[in-house]
């Protein structure tokens, strides 16, 4: 039998502003309205969940938006930082040190946001708290980067982002996928290691040069082979190549 579930309060705005009604007042307005200034933050650490993007693409909230955040939190004593975890696709987020040159690249800092950033699973992406699940049909247990579990408040700051098997991710994605650390997101992911069609690689060698796990090599006939071993079943290879030729087989099946 199942039991009911909640039904959450969602608010709305538009990005039109007057003159003297800036978007950041517009933000402030909803996290009122959304309960922020009724959160026991007095002398607790507040981890911010957002990502800081990949340097070159736009497809992130920008730090003043974080920032509004961040402000509203220290106002009522609490200790804020923005934190994120490591990735497991080639990018400049896959460890502490490229991760936090990314997000200053991308205009994240002490000073632009009013806070720290903290990579959530430490240095190599290995710091992470075996968390249980309880009545996890999968997964009994999700490895969770350290610095969050150590938090006392956790808030997700995201916005909506299309995924090729999910449709659109949002708060769910943020949390779910974004707070596991490598280990984590390696488990989730692998029950889907992609495979190659021969017949349709050309042998350009993309696949290859995007496989942070070195997976990918030749086979006999110079088309590209996926070691399923080596392979932590990321995606990165499927969305990278250009001729169709790497697929997922539980997206086929499904077809």
Same mark, same amino acid.
């Given at each position: 039998m199942s039991?009911?579930?909640?039904?959450?309060?969602?608010? =709305?705005?538009?990005?039109?502003?007057p003159m003297d009604y800036s978007l950041l007042t517009k933000m402030k307005k909803l996290l009122r309205a959304a309960g922020l200034d009724a959160l026991d933050v007095d002398g607790k650490f507040v981890a911010i969940k957002m990502h800081f993007g990949?340097?070159?693409?736009?497809? =992130?909230?920008?730090?003043? =938006?974080?920032?509004?955040v961040a402000d509203m939190i220290r106002e009522r004593g609490g200790l804020p930082f923005l934190t994120d975890c490591s990735t497991l696709y080639v990018g400049r987020r896959k460890h502490a040190l490229e991760h936090l040159a990314a997000a200053q690249e991308n205009g994240f800092s002490p000073l632009s946001v009013g806070c720290q950033l903290l990579i959530g699973d430490g240095l190599k992406g290995t710091d992470d708290v075996e968390v249980p699940v309880p009545n996890g049909e999968i997964f009994k247990t999700a490895r969770i980067g350290r610095t969050i579990m150590d938090a006392d408040v956790f808030i997700s700051l995201n916005h909506f982002k299309g995924h090729k098997r999910t449709g659109f991710g949002g708060a769910i994605k943020n949390v779910g996928m974004g707070c596991g650390s490598r280990a984590g997101k390696m488990a989730m992911h692998s029950c889907s290691k992609p495979v190659v069609t021969a017949e349709k690689c050309r042998s350009c060698g993309a696949c290859m040069r995007f496989c942070a796990q070195r997976a990918i090599g030749?086979?006999?006939q110079h088309k590209a082979s996926i070691d399923q071993e080596a392979c932590v079943g990321c995606g990165r290879c499927i969305g990278i190549c250009n001729h169709d030729a790497i697929f997922s087989p539980i997206d086929a099946a499904s077809d």
């Open positions: 039991t009911p579930q909640s039904v959450a309060d969602v608010y =709305f705005t538009d990005m039109r502003c990949e340097p070159g693409n736009l497809a =992130f909230l920008r730090p003043n =938006f974080a920032r509004c030749w086979d006999a």
